[in-house]
């Protein structure tokens, strides 16, 4: 089974920068895509980027686009979300996810993903 560990949260202030790691154990050989997803209270989760794990494809949202990255370092199993210019609409617990198939261009939803991590909370004030 594979486990994810998500951290790197924090509170911040608009324009600030984090970033956000995700650490897989277990049979990672089996990971195909891993990505980030986020949601604010009383809001649904939502996708914010993804990365094929063997070509480092990437995909995100629109509402990122610009202003976060996606990468990967698989000799430690690790994956990243770089954020930049965060702003206070960005506050939302974030939660890696992982699956072990490639995803076509798209809509994407939780219920894609296998693999969770317990999320981490950011909170950007204004």
């Known amino acids: 089974q594979v486990q994810l560990v998500d951290s790197g949260g924090g509170l911040l202030q608009a324009g600030d920068s984090l970033r956000l790691s995700c650490v897989a154990s277990?049979?990672?050989?089996?990971?195909?895509?891993m990505g980030w997803f986020r949601q604010a209270p009383g809001k649904e989760r939502e996708f914010v980027a993804e990365?094929?794990?063997?070509?480092?494809?990437?995909y995100y949202a629109d509402f990122v686009k610009g202003r976060f990255t996606i990468f990967r370092d698989n000799a430690k199993n690790t994956m990243y979300l770089q954020m930049n210019s965060l702003k206070p609409g960005d506050t939302a617990v974030y939660y890696c996810?992982?699956?072990?198939?490639?995803?076509?261009?798209?809509?994407?939803?939780?219920?894609?993903?296998?693999?969770w991590g317990q999320g981490t909370q950011v909170t950007v004030s204004s």
């Open positions: 990365i094929r794990r063997n070509s480092g494809t990437t």
């Open positions: 277990g049979p990672t050989s089996c990971i195909a895509t």
């Open positions: 996810a992982a699956l072990g198939t490639y995803l076509q261009i798209g809509r994407r939803v939780p219920s894609q993903y296998d693999y």
